[in-house]
């Protein structure tokens, strides 16, 4: 086996755990194929548990393994680290697809929202049907949204980020009391605080198809509500009715939202087989040429790819790593252990990972616009954008690359885009706004709640980035096994489930750091980077927690178990 089998090309995103770059795999008589590697970052890969963390996420991958399913080729080392070969799919998600399709002022058709809906369903079917040693691989996605389904300029649908699912006796399971995924498309019993479950993505596609459909989140509550009154929606209303959508294809989506799990369909199966049933009747061309052909019609940006290359950095090198065949029983991680979640940076000039560990492309600026949401508590800023009316905190000028119309994401892998809609307030039993209104559709689109800094990667651009984005929360990985602990869910969620009258489960555990990004382990195990916000569902005693963060010293300290507990940490060199 050839030493230079992969080639990196340019880098596109750093963080925390790891950096990404375009690449490209060669073989004999010329053959070249683009793909994008996953290198851990080098001062990470000498440690063996994160190395065993970051192997995890390979052998997952390993197991997912179908044409609905953004792949992982690879796993290899080199004297740099461990990195993973996976897919670059040459498309964009359904998010840059749903703004495009709003900004031309067209919906998606309802045969094409039913084939999105049964290619989505044949990889989730895939990913539960996966067994290992006799167990399930995993129960549940936990973030089905459109940020996290992908489609290709040749019509093909491939759903992403399945790092954050329950894994079962494979490699990691989730942290308890963690919030993980979206949550403007989480299931009702999710919210409360119940598990995820098969059930709980059918929900999540439920409100992902009636967006196609209709242009807007389905239990959207009103003008600039905020996500206690989204979540309070989800839970307590139900869903608009859709327009001008045959009965058949309406009957299918509403069902997938009914707010009792067991008034869902019984499997993923059967919705797949209900609108296979409708397209059957509907005598539409429901296929991926279809869909090609429709995407092509709403002009989107063009996909990595097609971009020219950017001019080359004096930073940037291209050299080879070495092959090394990944097999899905090639390790064995320990129960209970989670890669901790990554803060992935921007190149500047390049493209930038999205949350969802697709590529975003930007271009620095020498005045950058305010962010639209507060960076701290992620509310709508008011039109002056200098203090949040929320939670009063001025705010620092950030680049964001959602409020363009034209932002292609389109890198392929088992990774994750927080993506709530923006919403609007109004009482939740008021009246919803018309179906009709365009204009506000495009401003409903569903965009990130993340913020990306261009950076420079000549100077000490790290610690600088750490020090901006001390509140930001940014929720980036790639290609497998990572979790999402979105820090401000914990307490609204804790919030949610008191105004509903549900006990909480326990007290919230919520750990910050400055600069951020420092690596949390508590009783001895890795569970997250600083901001962190969990369940302290940990014996009522004292429990000892470290944070570490290279450059910086150790700090350990302890805190009391099942209890409500805050620690805002100054980090020193």
Same mark, same amino acid.
């Given at each position: ?20 770059? !375009? ?73 840059? !697809? ?51 389904? @992908? ?61 196609? !459909? ?15 009154? +989204?979540?309070? /929606? ?12 045959? %009965? ?5 989506? +509403? ?23 409708? $397209? ?10 279809? $869909? ?12 990595? $790819? ?14 080879? !790593? ?5 097999? %899905? ?52 800023? %008011?039109?002056?954008? /200098? ?53 506000? @559709?495009?401003?409903? /689109? ?71 990004? /420092? ?34 010293? %150790? ?11 805050? @620690? ?6």
């Amino acid at each position: 086996m050839k030493e230079s089998r992969y080639q990196l090309v340019r880098p596109l995103a750093v963080g925390g755990m790891a950096e990404l770059f !375009l690449g490209k795999t060669r073989g004999a008589g010329g053959f070249e194929k683009p793909v994008a590697i996953k290198r851990m970052l080098p001062h990470l890969a000498r440690d063996p548990t994160l190395t065993r963390m970051f192997l995890a996420e390979a052998r997952l991958a390993t197991h997912l393994q179908h044409q609905n399913i953004a792949s992982v080729y690879d796993v290899g080392s080199s004297a740099e680290g461990l990195f993973l070969v996976m897919e670059l799919v040459e498309g964009w998600d359904l998010s840059v !697809l749903l703004r495009h399709a709003l900004h031309h002022g067209q919906r998606f058709p309802p045969h094409l929202v039913a084939f999105i809906g049964t290619q989505v369903l044949a990889g989730l079917v895939h990913a539960y049907r996966r067994l290992h040693e006799g167990r399930p691989v995993l129960t549940a996605h936990r973030d089905v949204s459109p940020s996290n389904i @992908l489609v290709s300029r040749e019509g093909e649908v491939k759903v992403t980020d399945f790092g954050i699912a329950r894994i079962e006796g494979v490699s990691v399971g989730s942290q308890p009391g963690t919030f993980k995924g979206k949550l403007p498309y989480s299931a009702p019993e999710v919210l409360q605080g119940g598990p995820a479950t098969a059930a709980s993505d059918q929900f999540a596609l439920g409100i992902v198809l009636h967006e196609l !459909l209709s242009g807007r989140h389905p239990f959207e509550p009103g003008e600039s509500a905020d996500s206690m009154a +989204l979540a309070l /929606a989800i839970i307590q209303q139900e869903p608009a009715p859709l327009a001008e959508v045959p %009965p058949a294809l309406h009957a299918v989506i +509403l069902r997938a939202l009914a707010r009792a799990p067991a008034q869902r369909f019984p499997r993923p199966e059967d919705m797949a087989e209900a609108l296979s049933r409708y $397209l059957a009747q509907s005598g539409e061309p429901a296929s991926s040429h279809a $869909l090609a052909g429709f995407i092509a019609q709403l002009h989107p940006p063009p996909t990595l $790819l097609e971009r020219e290359e950017p001019a080359e950095q004096p930073h940037a090198q291209t050299h080879t !790593l070495p092959h090394l065949t990944l097999s %899905p029983n090639a390790m064995k991680t320990p129960n209970s252990e989670l890669p901790p979640e990554e803060d992935w940076d921007e190149v500047p000039g390049g493209p930038a990972l999205s949350t969802s560990g697709q590529v975003v492309r930007t271009e620095p600026e020498s005045t950058p616009p305010l962010a639209s949401r507060c960076a701290h508590c992620h509310a709508p800023l %008011p039109a002056d954008g /200098a203090r949040c009316s929320r939670c009063g905190q001025t705010q620092s000028p950030v680049i964001s690359p959602l409020g363009r119309d034209d932002t292609p994401l389109e890198l392929a892998s088992p990774s994750r885009t927080p993506e709530p809609a923006e919403f609007s307030p109004l009482e939740l039993g008021g009246p919803r706004a018309a179906q009709a209104e365009l204009p506000r @559709l495009a401003e409903r /689109a569903p965009r990130p709640q993340n913020t990306y800094v261009p950076v420079d990667m000549r100077g000490p651009w790290r610690r600088r980035l750490r020090s901006l984005l001390t509140t930001l929360l940014v929720l980036g990985a790639v290609g497998g096994a990572l979790w999402v602990a979105w820090p401000h869910a914990g307490p609204l969620l804790a919030r949610l489930r008191a105004s509903l009258g549900v006990a909480p489960h326990t007290a919230i555990l919520s750990i910050q750091s400055t600069p951020s990004g /420092a690596t949390v382990s508590v009783d001895g195990k890795v569970v997250g980077t600083t901001p962190l916000f969990i369940d302290n569902i940990y014996p009522e005693q004292d429990i000892p927690v470290r944070l570490t963060l290279k450059g910086y010293k %150790p700090w350990k300290g302890t805190f009391t178990g099942n209890q409500p507990v805050s @620690l805002d940490v100054q980090l020193k060199r």
